[in-house]
C-alpha cells in the first residue's frame, strides 16, 4: 500500500454503544464523551417544541434503524461528536426528564410522558444500541476535518469555520474566539439597525485571514484555495505557545486600531461606492498595510491616507481587481501593488 493511499484512508472502528452508556460517558466528570456546543451547532431540534426530539425517541421505541455517529479520539482519549449531535443530546435531554413526548402516532399511550414515566420502556430504550464510528488519533487532522465537512454537508451545513474549529482546537482557536469579540469584528458588515446574528463564526474567520495573510505578506503559500490556505495556517499554529498567541493578540489590536485611527466609521467600506458597507476585500487589503505601520505615524498621516485609499477605489485598475474571483490570486496581489504605491506617497508626503 502507497503512502499517498494510506494519506486518503481513515483510520477508524465501528462501536455498538447502548443509549445508557452513552449518556454516562456524556454525564462524567470529566466528559468522556464531548457535545461541547463550542464546537458544534447549537440544539436544533427544540424550535418548535418537542416534536421532532419525540418523533426520534419514538423511532427508537420502533427499533428503526438508526444512522451512524461518529467520532473523533484526541490524545487523552477523549471522543468530540463529529456528526451526531442531535441524537445524542435528544436521548440525554430525554433520560434527563428534561422533555415529555409529543405528537407520537406509534405509542400514542406515551403522549406527555417523561422518561421516568414510560415504565418498561426505560429499560427497552436504555438497552437500545447506535452505531458508533470512533476515528482515531493517528488520523492526520486534515483528513479529520474531510470527514466532518462530508458529513455535515446536506444537513445544516457547517461553515468553513465552525469546521476548523472542531478540528484544530487550541491556544489559537481560542484568540480567534476572543478576538471575533471585537466590535469592530462581530457585527462586520451588518447594518446598524440590522437584527441579524452571526452564528457561523464568520467574526472568527475574519480574524484568521488577517493572520494568514499578514503572516504571507508575499503570498507564497497561497495558491488560490482560500479554503485551503487558511486550512493550513491553522493546523500550523493550533497549539502555540502562549508568547506568540500574545503577540499576535497585540498585533491584531494594533492593526485594526490603526486603520480605525486612519478611516474612522468608513473604515473597511469603499468610499467609491454610492452605498458605504464594510466589506472583506477592504479588511484584507487594509490590515496588512495600514495595520502594521507606525500608530504614530498613522494619526499624523490619517487625512493623507484617507484621501489616497479614495483615489485608490476610484482607479479603474483597481475596479478591475473587484471583477470575477475576489480572492484570485493575481487580484490579490494587484490590489496590493496599487496601494502600496498609493499609501508611500501618502506617508512621505511632506
Excluded at 492526520?140 to 482546537?169: C, D, M, T, W
Excluded at 480605525?260 to 467609491?272: I, K, L, R, S, Y
Excluded at 461606492?273 to 472583506?280: I, Q, S, T, V
Excluded at 496588512?288 to 494619526?299: H, K, R, Y
Aim: charged fraction near 30%; proline fraction near 3%.
Amino acid at each position: 500500500m502507497s503512502n499517498n493511499y494510506e494519506i486518503k484512508t481513515l483510520n477508524l472502528y465501528p462501536i455498538d454503544y447502548p443509549f445508557e452508556t452513552l449518556v454516562s460517558r456524556i454525564s462524567s466528570d470529566p466528559p468522556k464523551l464531548i457535545l461541547d456546543p463550542e464546537f458544534q451547532r447549537k440544539y436544533k431540534w427544540d424550535k418548535e417544541g418537542w416534536g421532532r426530539a419525540s418523533k426520534f425517541i419514538e423511532s427508537c421505541l420502533m427499533r428503526i434503524p438508526l444512522p451512524s455517529c461518529y467520532f473523533a479520539e484526541d490524545e487523552s482519549g477523549k471522543h468530540f461528536v463529529i456528526d451526531g449531535v442531535q441524537r445524542l443530546t435528544t436521548i440525554k435531554l430525554f433520560f434527563d426528564d428534561q422533555f415529555a413526548l409529543e405528537g407520537l402516532t406509534a405509542f400514542k399511550e406515551l403522549e406527555g410522558k417523561l422518561f421516568s414515566e414510560i415504565g418498561d420502556l426505560k429499560a427497552e430504550l436504555e438497552s437500545t444500541t447506535i452505531r458508533c464510528i470512533v476515528l482515531r488519533k493517528e488520523n492526520p487532522k486534515q483528513l479529520v476535518r474531510e470527514i466532518f465537512s462530508r458529513l455535515n454537508q446536506g444537513a445544516v451545513e457547517l461553515s468553513e469555520q465552525e469546521i476548523r474549529h472542531a478540528v484544530y482546537p487550541g491556544t489559537f482557536d481560542s484568540l480567534l474566539i476572543e478576538l471575533s469579540h471585537h466590535p469592530l469584528v462581530e457585527r462586520f458588515g451588518l447594518a446598524e439597525d440590522s437584527t441579524r446574528t452571526k452564528d457561523s463564526r464568520e467574526a472568527e474567520e475574519q480574524a484568521l485571514r488577517f493572520f494568514a495573510f499578514s503572516d504571507d505578506i508575499n503570498l507564497d503559500t497561497f495558491d488560490g484555495n482560500l479554503r485551503k490556505f487558511l486550512d493550513e495556517y491553522m493546523e500550523k499554529n493550533s497549539s502555540a505557545d502562549e508568547d506568540w498567541i500574545n503577540s499576535k493578540r497585540e498585533l491584531f489590536l494594533k492593526a485594526i486600531g490603526n486603520c480605525e485611527a486612519a478611516f474612522g466609521e468608513d473604515v473597511f467600506t469603499n468610499p467609491a461606492a454610492e452605498r458605504r458597507r464594510k466589506g472583506l476585500v477592504h479588511y484584507d487589503l487594509l490590515m496588512p498595510t495600514v495595520g502594521l505601520l507606525d500608530a504614530d505615524q498613522v494619526v499624523e498621516k490619517s487625512g493623507k491616507i484617507k484621501t489616497a485609499y479614495e483615489t485608490l477605489c476610484h482607479s479603474a485598475n483597481f475596479q478591475k481587481t473587484l471583477s470575477g474571483g475576489l480572492q484570485n490570486r493575481t487580484s490579490i496581489i494587484r490590489r496590493r501593488e496599487l496601494w502600496a504605491e498609493l499609501l508611500e506617497q501618502a506617508i512621505n508626503e511632506a
